[in-house]
């Protein structure tokens, strides 16, 4: 688990740009959402942030989806375009606005195979670690997963 102290998270009052650019300073893929109190109100991850209802008019009538088996030769061209078009009207949205509200979470008490379970069951990339009144108190990802497993197999072969 990666203790609260050493992850990124933001107030639903983040802005979409401010946390953009936290997923890309930090080189993640997602993060928790808390109050003020430090009580999880949800969760957002990149996907959340670029497809936005208000701007998902892409996928609908204006060539975003590609059928075709070779795409034109300007394909990656107009998709860079239509991203920064994405991105400009991200302008004034906030996290609140694009998060999953009230997400699955497991608590401090979970043992470690529930906890993997639930990730490889519903294919989530993180889940919030809260104690028993609902205040973050970590996050428990795919890549700690990844990580545990590899020590518990170098412990096992010495």
């Known amino acids: 688990m990666t203790k609260k102290e050493d992850l990124c998270a933001v107030k639903p009052s983040t802005t979409v740009d401010e946390a953009l650019q936290i997923l890309v300073e930090s080189r993640i893929t997602g993060f928790p959402v808390i109050n003020d109190d430090c009580k999880l109100v949800g969760v957002v991850s990149d996907y959340d942030l670029l497809a936005l209802d208000s701007i998902s008019g892409l996928s609908r009538g204006s060539g975003w989806v590609d059928t075709s088996l070779f795409p034109e030769v300007d394909r990656t061209w107009k998709t860079f375009n239509e991203i920064q078009h994405l991105l400009s009207k991200a302008n004034g949205k906030v996290v609140d606005d694009v998060m999953t509200p009230s997400p699955l979470v497991v608590h ?51």
């Open 108 to 158: 401090e008490t979970t043992n470690l195979e529930d906890a993997v379970r639930l990730l490889l069951e519903t294919k989530f990339r993180r889940l919030p670690v809260v104690d028993e009144a609902g205040k973050l108190v970590g996050i428990i990802t795919r890549g700690n997963m990844v990580r545990a497993a590899l020590q518990i197999k170098h412990a096992s072969e010495n």
